[in-house]
């Protein structure tokens, strides 16, 4: 890794992003897989007032962000790896690694399963999971072996083709919108709206490699109010979506809906229109938002292992990460057992890297009084 | 540097090949595909539970390319299940059926009586990915099989009829208004158990019967209670949202006056009084006058004026409280949506009243608040 600037086709190349790709990436990358469930998951538990435990997901999630983003900011030039085992000893530093390394691993593994699941169900009956594996694979350790510039590029580019079908659907499916749906207000227990905002919290799964992120920015002074206002700016997102979700649905019917938010575009008739059916519109926002997850959690846990190793380039580890992912995506047997893992995973690795590894790293740089001098 | 290149062609060659093997392992032309406009659902005789018939659009047909007459062949399989009588019809059939443009589902008479069947017609349809959730529901005392088979006048396929229809009569009658879709039919048998279906029926026999909607089914405890004919239902799109064109009619001296809404707002609400839960609805409609006997000239004097509009509000009132009441004492069926309608906004009301709906709704006492007003009387005084 280097810091020299080199020009290379007219873009500078130093690894390092400016905070408004890093907005972008952190948009793409955990935006698009939390929302496409989220409402359901959070009306199974707080049914009309699911969106108010979306937004309490979101005021949960913003201490955690702070922690993260001020550990990140005591080493910003060190690797998250480096920085771990100069805080806690080299061998805690591996193991606190490979745990990060392992659940960005998973979460790409369901991701992937998911993407395939949703991609046979809607467009591709016939097509082989292996060949919807593969291409999306090949195509996000592509991204991921570019490095972190050329992702910000794309992610700058790709924010807006995610965003704008999203605010399109959402838009025109506001003429066919009971928003009775989400009265009476407040009608849940606050035991159910924290139910509701836990399962909310692991909407924003991924955002933990804002504790990575370290050796990457350009200017790590401003992260912790850039990352607030891009999650700030999600929660809402992720409100306001799951409002209307159910607004649309209803909280007893969206609860047997597998993906509410990608049957919402089923359920519009655009005025006019020689399509009946405008699904692929909602699917351009999946299809890129599964691809940024994907593709984020490879370059990540890629870094992590050639700084666990310390030899090689980080594609080589994409390399042997692919068909781990693979495999992992392909061994639940169906749906059920997918979402099973995927919850499993959350509470165990999620909660460890969202929750405990920061609080964990800060406490003891708290502790120790590690400032960013002493590197 | 090499092996970067490498890598990249590699992946890329990779996603090519795999994107080409896509197109090829899904593709199916235009002429490859069945589209299922219409659904009909029967419970069959014999070993099988469903028949299933299926009105598949001939695209070339459609599209002026042959007989317009034979727009739409139809197709009947039996099965043990609704998927499987369903798969048998694409098993018989040289293209893939496609549910995506199915504008209808008729569901027969021996679905709607059994209980198993009729929740298993709801859970499958619901489950078919392919299936628009918009699509309309339909009821008939006839076989769906027969209404299939019937032609509408003006159009060869029943689904695009039945979309046409909807989509061009507000409230014309009783059974437009009382529009269904696949989703309200799960909504509403979620929510209570009970749904209100239109219905549509076969006039004449063999080629020149005709199909009509008129009238409702009445499903309770997903079985059919029984049919609501058309005249019954006169009350019952005044309590919808938006009644506006329809038309209601009063004797008036040796001849009639039609009043034509144009607008109205109806506001349904709880409150409790002597002990009791009161449902109160309250309407407010604006309209003109369409017609009266000719040389009649009663729109000249404000006090005939009030009077009409007074006798057109105790019509709509009597409607209204005919058809609340075989609701309420015939059927014991919400098909008001009131359930729904106390959770929202009277969430307190509801912790008492809600838990034993049934017996609520057989309860409670309708205050019927009418107010009319004739805003024109046309191109004549």
């Not at chain 1, 195509?139 to 083709?161: C, N, P, Q, S, W």
């Not at chain 2, 309608?341 to 034993?356: A, S």
Request: net charge negative; hydrophobic share 50%.
């Amino acid at each position: 890794m280097t810091n020299t600037a080199i020009k290379h086709d007219g873009f500078a190349l130093n690894n390092k992003i400016s905070l408004r790709q890093l907005q972008a990436l952190l948009f793409l990358e955990i935006f698009g897989f939390g929302v496409t469930a989220l409402p359901r998951r959070v009306a199974e538990s707080a049914a009309q007032d699911g969106w108010i435990a979306v937004l309490l997901a979101t005021a949960m999630i913003i201490p955690m962000v702070m922690i993260a983003t001020h550990v990140t900011k005591l080493a910003p030039g060190l690797s998250f790896h480096d920085f771990a085992s100069k805080l806690l000893t080299r061998p805690i530093g591996i193991i606190i690694s490979l745990i990060f390394c392992t659940r960005l691993v998973l979460l790409a593994a369901f991701n992937l399963r998911i993407f395939a699941e949703i991609t046979r169900q809607t467009m591709l009956p016939s097509t082989p999971f292996a060949a919807v594996f593969v291409s999306m694979l090949l195509l996000a350790a592509y991204g991921a072996a570019k490095g972190i510039e050329t992702r910000a590029r794309m992610a700058e580019v790709l924010i807006f083709i995610v965003l704008l079908p999203l605010i399109f659907v959402f838009g025109i499916s506001g003429r066919d919108i009971d928003f009775t749906n989400l009265a009476p207000v407040l009608a849940s227990s606050p035991a159910s709206i924290l139910s509701g905002s836990f399962s909310a919290f692991f909407a924003f799964s991924g955002v933990e490699v804002l504790l990575l992120l370290g050796p990457y920015l350009s200017r790590p002074k401003d992260l912790t109010k850039s990352a607030n206002k891009v999650i700030i700016t999600m929660g809402i997102f992720m409100a306001i979506v799951t409002a209307v979700t159910i607004a649309r649905f209803g909280p007893a019917n969206i609860i047997h809906q597998m993906w509410p938010v990608l049957k919402m575009m089923d359920t519009i008739s655009l005025p006019g229109s020689i399509i009946d059916r405008q699904g692929a519109l909602i699917m351009t926002f999946w299809i890129i938002s599964a691809y940024a997850t994907i593709n984020a959690a490879l370059f990540f846990s890629s870094l992590l292992l050639k700084d666990v190793v310390k030899r090689g380039k980080h594609s080589y580890y994409i390399l042997g990460l692919v068909p781990i992912i693979a495999i992992l995506a392909h061994l639940p047997e169906n749906l059920v057992s997918v979402y099973d893992y995927f919850n499993l995973a959350n509470s165990t690795f999620g909660l460890t890297t969202m929750v405990a590894i920061p609080l964990l790293l800060f406490i003891i740089a708290k502790i120790r009084r590690f400032k960013r001098a002493e590197y | 540097m090499q092996n970067t290149k490498f890598f990249s062609k590699f992946i890329v060659i990779g996603v090519l090949l795999l994107a080409i093997m896509s197109f090829n392992w899904d593709r199916i032309e235009l002429e490859g595909r069945a589209f299922a406009i219409t659904i009909g659902i029967d419970a069959a005789e014999g070993d099988e539970a469903f028949e299933v018939s299926m009105s598949i659009a001939d695209v070339a047909a459609m599209e002026g390319q042959g007989n317009s007459d034979d727009a739409a062949t139809l197709r009947i399989a039996c099965g043990e299940s609704l998927a499987r009588a369903m798969g048998q019809i694409d098993a018989k059939i040289s293209g893939k059926v496609y549910y995506g443009h199915t504008k209808a589902v008729v569901l027969g008479e021996s679905v709607l009586a059994d209980e198993n069947l009729l929740r298993e017609v709801v859970d499958t349809l619901s489950r078919k990915n392919d299936i628009n959730i918009k699509c309309i529901v339909m009821a008939t005392d006839a076989s769906a099989k027969d209404i299939l088979e019937a032609k509408p006048q003006e159009q060869s396929l029943l689904g695009l009829y039945l979309s046409g229809f909807y989509n061009n009569n507000n409230a014309n009658t009783a059974a437009s208004v009382v529009k269904l879709d696949l989703e309200g039919l799960v909504t509403s048998l979620q929510n209570d158990h009970s749904a209100v279906i239109p219905k549509i029926t076969l006039d004449g026999e063999g080629e020149e019967a005709e199909v009509t909607i008129s009238g409702v089914a009445i499903v309770r405890d997903f079985t059919l209670a029984d049919y609501i004919p058309e005249d019954d239902m006169a009350g019952f799109l005044w309590l919808m949202e938006n009644s506006a064109g329809a038309q209601i009619a009063i004797d008036e001296g040796d001849g009639h006056i039609t009043f034509l809404v144009q607008k109205s707002k109806v506001r349904l609400g709880f409150e409790e009084a002597g002990g009791q839960l009161h449902c109160t609805a309250r309407l407010h409609a604006e309209g003109s006058i369409e017609g009266a006997r000719f040389m009649d000239d009663y729109f000249f004097d404000y006090q005939t004026m009030q009077k009409l509009q007074e006798e057109f509000a105790q019509k709509i009132r009597d409607e209204i409280e005919e058809v609340f009441g075989i609701f309420q004492h015939d059927f014991g069926v919400d098909g008001f949506g009131l359930k729904e309608l106390m959770r929202k906004k009277y969430p307190r009301l509801y912790e008492v009243y809600g838990t034993d709906w049934r017996n609520t709704f057989e309860n409670m006492v309708l205050v019927a608040d009418v107010d009319v007003l004739i805003r024109n009387t046309g191109s004549i005084k």
